[in-house]
Structures are given as C-alpha cells and as structure tokens.
C-alpha cells in the first residue's frame, strides 16, 4: 500500500540542518483504507479534497430530518425511486450511516458508477449494515447506540449517483418507522487524481481493520527510534506549572500520555495541558486534563484511535503533533492546591517535515445556553487545515433527552455546508442513543450508559424517572472524513431544543498550516511566484528578504537558501 511518497532519506538528511525544517511534499493517489493507515499523514493538509455530506435533514429549516432528497425536493410521503445525491468524481464515500430501526425497514440502496445505466451496488440497509456482503464487515461496519455505521470506502472515478426507494409515509404525519434518516460523509479528490471505481476493494483493508480491532495500541506501531522525555511522581504546586517538554525542532510528537490515578475531578478540570509551536505565545492547545482527554466526571475509561484514557501509561493522546522550530508542552495548575502527577510520558522523532504538514489545535468552548440561543459552536477557525472531530459535554435540568434534536453544521470556506440531521446522528447513533424505538439486539442493549469505539462512542449518557436531569457526553474523530478548509471553518451544532440553562462544553481538534517560509504569495505552497521572490533578493541582507529566505540563518540570502528552496519546490498548482 503505498499511502504516500515522502522526502527520500539523503535529502532528509541535508535539510534536517535548516532552520525551517521542511521537507517536499507528500503526494499519493491511493485513496480509501490509506488516510487510516499512513498516521502521519493524519496531519497533511490537504488540497483540492473537499468534504461533503449527503443526508436527509430538513431543507425548509424544521425538524423532519428524514425523506428528503436531491430528487423530487421536499419531504416525500409516497412510494417511490428517488435520487438520494448525484456525486462529480473522483471521490470516495467515507462513511454511511442510518438509524438501526430505520436501516432494519430494508431501504434500498443502489448506486450508479461513473455514468453506467446499470447499478454497481444493488442492496438494501438491512443487508449491508447485516454482514451479508463480502465489501461491507466488522470492524469496519458495526451497531452501535441505535445507529448502524459503515466506514468501508465506496470509490468511483468520475461520478456516484445514489437511488433508494422512500416508503409511504401517513398523512396524519405521525411518527413512523418508515421514516427515512440517511447520511453519506463523501470526499472529492482533485481533478485528474487516478482511482479504481467500486467494486474495486482499495488495498490496506487488513492493516485499518487491526488498528480499529487494537484500538488503544499506537495507530502506527513502536518506535524504537523514537526519543522519549518522561517524568514520575510530579507534584505541581498551585498556581505551578510543570514543562514536560521543550523541544527544538523540526519534529512530530508520537505520543503523549498523563497518568493520574486518584485524580479527583476538581484536579482534572483545574490541570491546564498547553502546548506551544515555534516560540508563539500564543497556545495551539489550551485545555482542562478532564476535557482534553475525556477523563473523569464518570465518564466511561475508553480506547478510541487517536486518544483515550485506558492504557498502561493513564490517559493517551496519539494525535501526530508536528513542529518545525520549537515545540513546549505545559501543565498548569490554576487552583491554589497542589495536584500530584503521577508520570508524564512524551515520544517524539526528528525528522524533516512536509511542507504540508499542519499543527494540531483544539478549541474548547463552555456554554449556557440563554433563551433564543439556537447552536452551541464547537470549532471556528480561519488560514487554511482541516477538522478532525470533538467531544461534547451535555447536561440539562430536565428529564428528557429533546437536547439531542439539534443538527450538526459545518461551514467551510464561508460558502459549502454539511449539514447533518440531529446530535446523536454527528455521533453514530440513533434514536437518542437507543435510548427511544429500543433496539434489543445491540452489543450494548437499550438504554446504553456508554458504548466505546475506535472513532466515536459515548463515554456517559444517563436520565433516570423522578429525576429532572439529562446528560450525554460523546465523542467522533474524522481522519479519513476529515474536512479540509481553504481560508476558514464554522463548526457548530443546533441547541435550540435544550432547556434554557443547559451546559454545553465542547473540545474541537484541527489542523492549521503554519507560515511557510518562502511563501511570499501566503498560497500555503512553493511555486514560481516565490521563486520570483527568492531570486529578487539573492545576495541580500535586507531584513525583509532574510525574514523570508534566509532558510540558514547565515545573515544573507545565498546558494544554500536556493538549495533548500529547491527541496520545498513544488512548481506551478
């Protein structure tokens, strides 16, 4: 499988002594199990991909998130084919999903390859989510809270059109399990990107599905080349702050763990991870242990791909976390008591790095929702990246679960929208999270406090009779349905449905692509209009070119600041 193709190793090597600490970009046309497998690549920036989202959420702004369609427009209340969504190529389908009750009623499911007349796929839900096909199996396809899920890759060259059969409807418009909820996550790929269409099964399927089975392990295996900086049995005094890292780059951080055994919540909430690039002052990451990590609270111990909290070493965070000077990771403590640490475990290599290659950031947001609030926002973010997913914290002084009736937006490069069809949907279930239209043939049965898998679980979801209280916490990680952003992203999801008064907290994961020396243009890229620029200011000691090409250090724009532009090249896009 050949996921992507890197610097090769004597360029790495000559570059490793620059300042900027890039290496040429990462290309690769394998698209499908590829994006799971290649970890490091979990953090390349993107261009030309752009993500998509086919569902059945209510086009007129109401809450009849089901049977709607491209064709006819409208909620459609008879018997008949309809055209879920019509794709250009090449693309892939990354995700499709249903409610477990909804995928049971056997809705079709047929789609049409690159043009052809005669469907590529021609199945019903009940099948596919059942098992039955050779394409479609666990771990990749699984139930799971009310919803059933599939993350096999459906590929096609130059387009997708996806047809189903929508069943009647009564005219009462009454609840009825015919209704039909559908999302397809789907990702286009830049013109001219040469894939094999489905039925063609993309190549890696055996490595994903081990990762998704040993979910917990790092997604790409020991290291031993790996340099660790590690501390035990740390007690940070209040208003303290303990440097567990402070690296010079370029680099990627493997993995970062925290063990804190008898931590209470109080010592989770108030213990501050930071993390710091290239000298900013400014946080590519400031958050709460208990938030980050999903710890504490009585919050179910999880193991998800990029991030957990049941391990040897504690709580886990295998997210790639490249840096090309400088890389400081913080623990403050903002009580005024002292909080014991009982080890801090840090993997990083050295090692040139992609032009591409995007910093990880989070943004956490806390909210009270006030009357006339419609969404709580999750992610807001401008330059250019892509977002890999959340945790959200819910609770509300009500007995009911209506809070999870809020859709899920996502708006990229102030124009596309992926636009979901309610809250326990973003996160794979179904039914709040079969808590309603019970399925009893679920791993976890109905009323499920918590359900774990590798990309999305529920770490506690409780209501109980006699008691005005509701929670859900979740969690979703899109690596390969990431959604790569040009200039900017708004992520939210609706709270209109909540009481006034219920509290959301939320931490949102992305990308960002740093400054770029040498990017004159701020295109995110090396061409020849940098190039222009370089050669304007060959043997300068013009502050203003040294800030841009002097990739050395040496004082002056020179043949080895050519070199090393040379190696970041990537010509005209």
């Given at each position: 499988?050949?996921?992507?193709v890197?610097?090769?190793?004597?360029?790495?090597?000559?570059?490793?002594g620059?300042?900027?600490?890039?290496a040429?970009?990462?290309?690769?046309?394998?698209?499908?199990?590829?994006?799971?497998?290649?970890?490091?690549?979990w953090?390349?920036?993107s261009?030309g991909?752009?993500?998509?989202?086919?569902?059945?959420?209510?086009?007129?702004?109401?809450?009849?998130?089901?049977?709607?369609?491209?064709?006819?427009?409208?909620?459609?209340?008879?018997?008949?084919?309809?055209?879920?969504?019509?794709?250009?190529?090449?693309?892939?389908?990354?995700?499709?999903?249903?409610?477990?009750?909804?995928?049971?009623?056997?809705?079709v499911?047929r789609?049409y390859?690159?043009?052809?007349s005669?469907?590529?796929?021609?199945?019903?839900s009940?099948m596919?989510?059942?098992?039955?096909?050779?394409?479609?199996?666990?771990p990749?396809?699984?139930?799971?809270?009310?919803?059933?899920?599939?993350?096999?890759?459906?590929?096609?060259?130059?387009?997708?059109r996806?047809?189903?059969?929508?069943?009647?409807?009564?005219?009462?418009?009454?609840?009825?399990?015919?209704?039909?909820?559908?999302?397809?996550?789907f990702?286009?790929?830049?013109?001219?990107?040469s894939?094999?269409s489905?039925?063609v099964?993309?190549?890696?399927r055996d490595v994903?599905?081990?990762m998704?089975t040993?979910?917990g392990?790092?997604?790409?295996?020991?290291?031993?080349?790996?340099?660790?900086?590690?501390?035990?049995?740390?007690?940070?005094?209040?208003g303290?702050?303990?440097?567990?890292?402070d690296?010079?780059?370029?680099?990627?951080?493997?993995?970062?763990t925290?063990?804190?055994?008898?931590?209470?919540?109080?010592e989770?909430?108030?213990?501050?991870?930071?993390?710091?690039?290239?000298?900013?002052?400014?946080?590519?990451?400031?958050?709460?242990?208990?938030?980050?990590?999903?710890?504490?609270?009585?919050?179910?111990?999880y193991r998800?791909?990029?991030?957990?909290?049941?391990?040897?070493?504690?709580?886990?965070?295998?997210?790639?976390?490249p840096?090309?000077?400088?890389?400081?990771?913080?623990?403050?403590?903002?009580?005024?008591?002292?909080?014991t640490?009982?080890?801090?475990?840090?993997a990083?290599?050295?090692?040139?790095?992609?032009?591409d290659m995007?910093y990880?950031?989070?943004?956490?947001?806390?909210?009270?929702k006030?009357?006339?609030?419609i969404?709580?926002?999750?992610?807001?973010?401008?330059?250019?990246?892509?977002?890999?997913?959340?945790?959200?914290y819910?609770?509300?002084?009500?007995?009911?679960?209506?809070?999870?009736?809020?859709?899920?937006?996502?708006?990229?490069?102030?124009?596309?929208?992926?636009?979901?069809?309610?809250?326990e949907?973003?996160?794979?279930?179904?039914?709040y999270?079969n808590?309603?239209?019970?399925?009893?043939?679920?791993?976890e049965?109905?009323?499920?406090?918590?359900?774990?898998?590798?990309?999305?679980g529920?770490?506690?979801?409780?209501?109980?009779?006699?008691?005005?209280?509701a929670?859900?916490?979740?969690?979703?990680?899109q690596?390969?349905d990431r959604?790569?952003?040009?200039?900017?992203?708004?992520?939210?999801?609706?709270?209109?449905?909540?009481?006034?008064?219920?509290?959301?907290?939320?931490v949102?994961f992305?990308?960002?692509?740093?400054e770029?020396?040498?990017?004159?243009?701020?295109?995110?890229?090396?061409?020849?209009?940098?190039?222009?620029?370089?050669?304007?200011?060959f043997?300068?000691?013009?502050?203003?070119?040294?800030e841009?090409?002097?990739?050395?250090?040496?004082?002056?724009?020179d043949?080895?600041?050519f070199?090393?532009?040379?190696?970041?090249?990537?010509?005209?896009?």
């Open positions: 499988m050949n996921c992507a890197g610097l090769s190793s004597r360029l790495a090597l000559v570059f490793m620059f300042a900027g600490g890039f040429t970009r990462a290309t690769g046309a394998d698209v499908g199990y590829c994006e799971y497998a290649d970890w490091a690549g953090a390349r920036i261009r991909h752009r993500a998509g989202l086919a569902s059945s959420y209510d086009r007129s702004g109401g809450n009849d998130d089901f049977s709607q369609y491209e064709y006819p427009e409208g909620l459609v209340t008879d018997e008949r084919v309809v055209t879920v969504r019509t794709i250009g190529g090449p693309g892939v389908i990354r995700r499709f999903w249903m409610p477990h009750l909804t995928a049971k009623r056997s809705f499911v789609m390859v690159d043009g052809e005669t469907p590529r796929l021609d199945t019903t009940s596919l989510f059942g098992g039955t096909l050779p394409y479609f199996q666990s990749l396809v699984t139930t799971f809270a009310g919803g059933q899920v599939s993350y096999e890759p459906i590929v096609f060259a130059e387009s997708l996806i047809e189903s059969v929508n069943k009647e409807l009564p005219s009462s418009g009454g609840s009825s399990p015919n209704r039909h909820y559908y999302q397809y996550t990702s286009t790929l830049p013109v001219g990107t894939v094999a489905y039925p099964q993309p190549a890696g994903v599905a081990a998704f040993n979910a392990s790092h997604p790409a295996g020991a290291d031993p080349s790996a340099t660790e900086v590690t501390w035990s049995d740390v007690v940070v005094p209040g303290g702050v303990l440097v567990a890292a690296l010079a780059g370029p680099g990627i951080v493997r993995q970062l925290l063990r804190m055994d008898s931590a209470l919540d109080a989770l909430d108030a213990l501050r991870l930071r993390v710091y690039y290239d000298q900013s002052v400014e946080a590519g990451i400031d958050a709460p242990v208990s938030d980050f990590f999903g710890a504490g609270h009585d919050r179910a111990s998800s791909l990029p991030l957990g909290t049941d391990s040897a070493d504690g709580f886990y965070s295998y997210w790639p976390m840096y090309r000077r400088a890389l400081r990771v913080e623990l403050h403590n903002t009580s005024d008591e002292a909080i640490v009982d080890s801090v475990r840090l990083y290599r050295q090692e040139a790095l992609a032009v995007g990880l950031h989070v943004h956490v947001c806390e909210h009270v006030e009357a006339g609030d969404y709580h926002p999750i992610l807001a973010a401008t330059g250019r990246g892509h977002y890999v997913g959340n945790l959200l819910i609770e509300q002084d009500a007995w009911s679960f209506y809070m999870l009736e809020g859709d899920d937006v996502i708006t990229v490069d102030g124009a596309d929208v992926l636009h979901g069809t309610g809250l949907d973003a996160y794979n279930g179904g039914y999270y808590w309603v239209g019970v399925q009893s043939d679920e791993p049965g109905g009323y499920p406090a918590s359900a774990i898998r590798p990309l999305f529920i770490l506690r979801v409780h209501r109980e009779d006699g008691v005005s209280y929670r859900a916490d979740q969690y979703r990680w690596i390969a959604v790569p952003f040009d200039t900017s992203i708004d992520v939210k999801i609706e709270n209109r449905y909540a009481v006034t008064g219920s509290r959301w907290r939320s949102g992305c990308y960002l692509q740093p770029i020396p040498g990017d004159v243009d701020a295109d995110g890229d090396l061409d020849l209009a940098d190039f222009a620029g370089l050669a304007r200011c043997g300068s000691s013009a502050p203003s070119c040294l841009t090409f002097d990739f050395d250090d040496s004082g002056q724009v043949s080895a600041d070199e090393a532009f040379a190696l970041l090249f990537s010509g005209p896009m």
